[in-house]
Each structure stands twice: as C-alpha cells, then as structure tokens.
C-alpha cells in the first residue's frame, strides 16, 4: 500500500535523545548521564495522596479542563509564589505533562505557515511539534552569546509571517537561565511585534543563583503568554505526568477544544497527587534542591578541570561541556565514551545543529555515581590525548 503515512512524519527524524538511547538497552554496567529524570522518588506525602485516592474511590474522569481542586489551588499557588493571577475557571488548563500542553499551544494558534521562533540548542521536541502544527520553526543559534537570546537576534528574525517564539528557561539541555533586566530587553521586541510567546518553564523552582522571574508576570505580557509548567521536575513526579497550562481564556479555551477530543482529561490519581504536592512538599522539594546545586558544583569544576570547558548552569539538571578540543563530533565522542567507557551522554546534535561540538549531561544522578561517570571520561580524554601524541 503507498503513501499510508504522512509526508511530514516520514520526513521527522526520531528524537536524538531516544535514538541514542536505544544504543543502551541491554548494555550491562552503563553508568547513565542522559535521561532528564529526578533520581528522587516523589516525596512520601504526594505518593500517599494518590494511593489514598484510589481507596476512596476517586477512579472516574474529571473535567476536561482538570480537577477544580487542582487548578484551584495551582491558582493559589502561583499567586502567593509569583504575583501570577489566574482564574482556576476560565484560565488554567490541566494537561499530561508539559508536553501535552506545548502541542495544544502550537496547534491553537498556528495557521499554516506561520513562523515560530526557537532558540537553539532547544529541547528535542520543540521544531517538530511547530511543524505537526503547520508551523515553520525559525531557529537561532545562541552558542555564541553564552547561549541565550538577545533581543537583537530575535528582532532579526522576525518578519510578517512570525507568529510566536517557544522561550525556556532554565533550559534544557544548557541549564541557563534570564535574570529580570534580560527578560524584559527581550519582552520588548515581542510586544512591538504582538508575538505570543509560548514559555516553558517546568524548571523554574530548579534555579539556583537568582529569583525565577516568570515571563507572564513581566509587565504587559500576561495577554501574550502561555506559561507552560508541571510537576514532573521540581516535585520529582516524571510518571504521573502532571502538567498545566495558563493563559488568556480564549487560547485556553481554544487548547481545552483539542484536549478534550484528544485526551479528555489527566488521570484523576494524578491531579489528586498533584493538588498534594502544592501544599506539603515544600520541604522535600527544597531538600532536593540543595543536592542538586551540590552536584552541579562538583560536575561542572572536574569536567573544567578535564579540560571540557564548561558554562556554570544556573537552573535544570544539566551541564552542556564542549568536547571541541578532542577532535571528535558529538556523536562520535558520545559512542566511543559508550563503547569503550560505558557512559552514557546525550550528543549535543540532539539538540539541535548548533549542539554539535557539545554534550549534554545529567547531574539528576547520585553523587556516588557521577564520581565514577567522571573518572571515566577523564580517562577516556586521556586516551584521546595520548593517541594524538
């Protein structure tokens, strides 16, 4: 039979993280730097919240839009943390995952053809999403400006057709992050030209040497953001997959369309979880935190030391070294540490064509672990080096 599939998904190529990571099963002794996943267990009293609800009989749907317990209290939440307000009715949409809730966004306000903006390097999802939307991703290359857009570069690339701009930060894979004065430089270029601007922000509370400044709370900007969050990150909640989106009521609306005819709803187990955690999991949370910033420390002064010259993150879970210096690409440094070392790091191509020179890793691993991780990869440099003697 011909042309049973679509021309857009055979001409998507599979994700960069997962397509590597295939290369791993069954593979013994791996020590893993890759996937972007807490190597907490969520926090007992969230854990508790959802088996508890199950005994209560809490198994059917809820409302399209999510659990007015939850979007209630996200409502209360984000006003006592960020001055965001929202109503929990007509403004707050409770999707699986922040992923759910980026499709919805693209696919509410795309006409096809229109431009949106994505940094780069970007997480892996964010230009073939836009294109599944008819959309057309205009990327830009941040590597040489420290990796964060400037208002000069995104003034640049907009023309009649840009619709919006994807922003994330902290952001995966580089962990670097906007202070106030950077997010409003930037604010003004996407008011002048009226573009929504579609943030990701799932690893906000993960900031570390500064106040997370979300972007809908800038002056002026509340009716031209979706602010994309979820509890996967932070609360160390990956498979309950619990996100939620905010925004002006006639784009949440417009997503609530397509959720509702696509997913219905979040499982009730998980936003009973969720609504949990808002309020008990201060604690745990920062406690992970702390670990996180520990490790981020040690990580990115012994890969310096390396010689694998390295950025300071100021969020997520992730350090973003250049292997420039050892002659090899991304990927081929990512399989031969693999095959020869057993570790295993995300090529930086993964994330984009301004990626290749770099690698992605995870610090969201024990301390035990990253040690050994480390002490390998200083030994395969060495080989390296030796080699080009």
Known sequence: MKNIISKKVEQMQPSGIRAFFDLVLGMKDIISLG????????????????IYSLEQGFTSYTSNKGLY??????????????????????????????????DLALRTIINPGDKIV?????????????????GL???????????????????????????????????????????RKELEALSR????????????EVYGDL????????????????KNTIYLNGFSKSFAMTGWRVGFACGPKDIIAGMTKIHQYTIMCVPITSQMAAAEALVSAKKPVEEMKREYRRRRAFVVEELNQMGLSCHNPQGAFYVFPSIKKTGLNSLEFSQKLLKEEKVAVVPGTAFGASGEGYIRISYASGMESLKEALERIKRFLGRIKNAKK
Do not use: M
């Open 35 to 50: 996937v972007g996943e807490p190597d907490f267990v969520t926090p007992w009293a969230i854990r508790e919240a959802g």
């Open 118 to 134: 994505v940094p780069q390097p970007s997480y892996v999802s964010y230009g073939p999403v836009t294109e599944l939307a008819g």
């Open 189 to 200: 270029v996407i008011l002048k030209h009226r573009l929504v601007c579609i943030c990701d």
């Open 207 to 222: 900031t570390y040497d500064f106040e997370h400044i979300p972007f809908a709370g800038l002056g002026g900007l509340k």
């Open 69 to 102: 317990k939850l979007r209630l209290g996200l409502s209360r939440y984000l006003k006592a943390k960020h001055k965001l307000d929202y109503s929990p009715e007509e403004e707050i949409l409770i999707t699986v995952g922040v992923s759910e809730g980026l």
């Open 137 to 179: 991703p205009i990327y830009i290359d941040t590597t040489k400006d420290d990796f964060k857009l400037t208002p000069e570069k995104l003034e640049k690339a907009v023309d009649k057709r840009t619709k919006g701009i994807i922003l994330n930060y902290p952001t995966n894979p580089t962990g670097i992050s906007y202070r």
